[in-house]
Structures are given as structure tokens and as C-alpha cells.
């Protein structure tokens, strides 16, 4: 343990399992106190006792962030608990696949509503506080889906697609405050939403598992593979870091698999 991030207030989104407890737990071990909020209360109750039980600071907090009153309570239950609040991972996504043809209006909206009005509601809340307090830091969890046209992914990459503008406009409007705001882009992590969408679809999940030797590295990537990027943009290391893309994917934005670029 290094204290990259010792006493900061970080709010995670979506930290009841997957990338997001990766992030909370590691943004835990480097100090920082770290408040889970999640519409898993079972789950994220377990996450946090996790984090205290290896001698960590955290707090559980229900939210759908996706209901705007929710996200208002998170903000302030986190800023009332801790006293200060200094960083927020915007991690909640989902990302079904779907066509064109196969998106309806209700898979749009609920996937919009996942991947960007959750964001759009956490930063609306968060930012006064984090005004008052002299600064902080938004990470924004995005995918290559974002950047990249998927033709299975169609709601999904317009979702990230305007996570990453949000991103932006955040960075610009409130860098005078002191707030930085960036997007990270994980590569293909096998978390327990993608195993559950993979078997929706019927497909062969040890099939999955076996693809992660073709990729770049040999492997799928973990949780913490991201989180160290975290732990960067959230401590004072990165405080002239703001508004970037931070590409922690494995060479997927270039070299999908290992030996070919096309
Ligand atoms: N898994 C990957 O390969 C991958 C790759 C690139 C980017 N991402 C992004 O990383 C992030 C995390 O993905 P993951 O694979 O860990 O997902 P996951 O499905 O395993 O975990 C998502 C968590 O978010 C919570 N959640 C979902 N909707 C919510 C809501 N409305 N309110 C509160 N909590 C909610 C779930 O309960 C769950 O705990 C997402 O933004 C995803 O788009 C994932």
C-alpha cells in the first residue's frame, strides 16, 4: 500500500461485482474511503464488508442511477458520512448485444438510461459538492465501443459514444473549480455481467474464456487491470490530467488479436 489516494472520498458506481468492485477495493487499499452504490443491496452490502474486513473504509449506498432522486441521496449520504467528497467512477453499464433491427425503444432507453443518464445524474449531484470542497476527480468508465463502430453494439456505442462528450464538456466547464473529468477504456473483462449477457445469448462461455489467449497479452484482462488506472486519476498524481482518453485495453483500439491488425 502506497496512500495514492489516503482520505479521499470516492463514490463508485455499479461496485457490487465486476470492474467496479475491482476499482473500490484497490482505491480502498491506497487509502481512500470509498462509498459503493449499486441497486445490488445483498451484493454491495458483501462488497463493502469485504473492503472492511481487509482493514478498509467503506460504505454501502442503494442507488438506481438511473432515478434521479437516488442519485441526489447518493451524493449527499456520501459527502454526510465521510464529511468531503473528492472523487466519483461513473462505472454502471450494460451492454446487450443488439442490431438495429433488434433494438427497440425500450432496449434504447434502458441502455441510454445505464450507460450516460446515469453519469449525466451523478455529475449534476456531485460536482456542487465537490465546487464547495476545492476540487476532485470524475472517471468515467467508457469502452472502445465508444470510440469504435460496433454494428451488434448500436445503443451501447452511442451511450459511450456520448459518455465520452460528457466527459469532455465536464472537463471544460469546471477545470477553473479544480475538476477533472476523464474517460477510461477497459479491455475485455469476463465480469459477472458479461458471463450472465454471454448466456442469455446461448453462447459457450468456456468458448469465451478460451478466446482470452488470442488477445494481445494472452489473456482477458481483471478488474484491477483498470483500477491502477483509477487510482491514478483519482490521487493528485494526475492533477493536470484532464479531458483524455486513457486506453487501459490491451492494444484493442489497434490490434484486436495477437499477430494481426485487421
Ligand atoms: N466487461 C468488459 O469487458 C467491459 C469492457 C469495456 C468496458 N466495460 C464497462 O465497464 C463497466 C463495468 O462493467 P462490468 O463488466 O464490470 O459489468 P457488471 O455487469 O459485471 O457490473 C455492473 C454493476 O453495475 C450495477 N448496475 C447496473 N445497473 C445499475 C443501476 N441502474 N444502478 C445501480 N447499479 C447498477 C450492477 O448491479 C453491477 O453490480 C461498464 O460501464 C461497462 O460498460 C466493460
Redesign the pocket.
Known sequence: MTHRVQDKVVIV??????????IAEMLAREGARVVI????TE??EAAAARIRDAGGEALFQY?????EA?CAALAQAAAEHFGRLDGLV??????PRATLEETTTELWEAIM???VR?AFYCCKYVIPIMQRGGGGSIVN?????GLQASSNLIA?GAA?GALLNLTRTLAGAYGADRIRCNYL?????????????AKSRGVDVNELRAQGAQLLFGR??T?QD?AYAVVYLISDESSQVTGSIFHI?AGMSTLLFRGRSD
Open positions: 458506481t455499479g461496485a457490487a461485482q465486476g470492474i467496479g468492485f475491482g452504490a449499486d441497486k445490488q451484493k454491495g442507488a438506481d442511477v438511473t432515478v437516488d461513473n462505472n454502471v453499464g450494460w451492454f438510461n445505464v450507460n446515469s468508465i467508457g469502452s472502445i465501443h451501447y459511450k477504456i477497459p479491455g475485455w473483462v469476463m465480469s459477472e455481467g458479461e458471463i450472465a449477457l482477458h484482462q478488474p483498470a485495453d
